[in-house]
């Protein structure tokens, strides 16, 4: 099972950014998975997860309103769709799948002037 973060970059605060989470050699069946982010020198911080059941999603505080987190789970995809971006959102962005080890490589977020 891999899970294959990407869309990273960088951009200026105000920008957006799109990331996919994309899986091989598993499938998004009934399942949930989460978008996380680690910033330089913190932990982990939960961004907001997806339902493959029924594409319901949560967010936490601070990703409401800036974040969507959507889903193609005939393409075992995931996206994470950030706007509004703040010199705060510099991470290293991963998806996992959760209630699994399986957790992706992340792909770098920075934003900055």
């Known amino acids: 099972v891999q899970l294959q973060a990407s869309g990273g970059g960088v951009v200026q605060p105000g920008g957006s950014l799109r990331l996919s989470c994309a899986a091989s050699?598993?499938?998004?069946?009934?399942?949930?998975i989460g978008w996380y982010r680690q910033a330089p020198g913190k932990g982990r911080e939960a961004v907001g997860c997806?339902?493959?059941?029924?594409?319901?999603?949560y967010y936490v505080d601070s990703s409401k309103g800036r974040f969507t987190i959507s889903g193609d789970f005939a393409k075992n995809t995931v996206y994470l769709q950030m706007n509004d971006l703040k010199p705060e959102d510099t991470a290293v962005y991963y998806c996992?799948?959760?209630?699994?080890?399986?957790r992706g490589q992340g792909t770098l977020v920075t934003v900055s002037s």
């Open positions: 997806i339902s493959s059941t029924d594409g319901s999603t």
């Open positions: 050699g598993f499938t998004f069946k009934y399942v949930t």
């Open positions: 996992k799948i959760l209630g699994t080890a399986y």
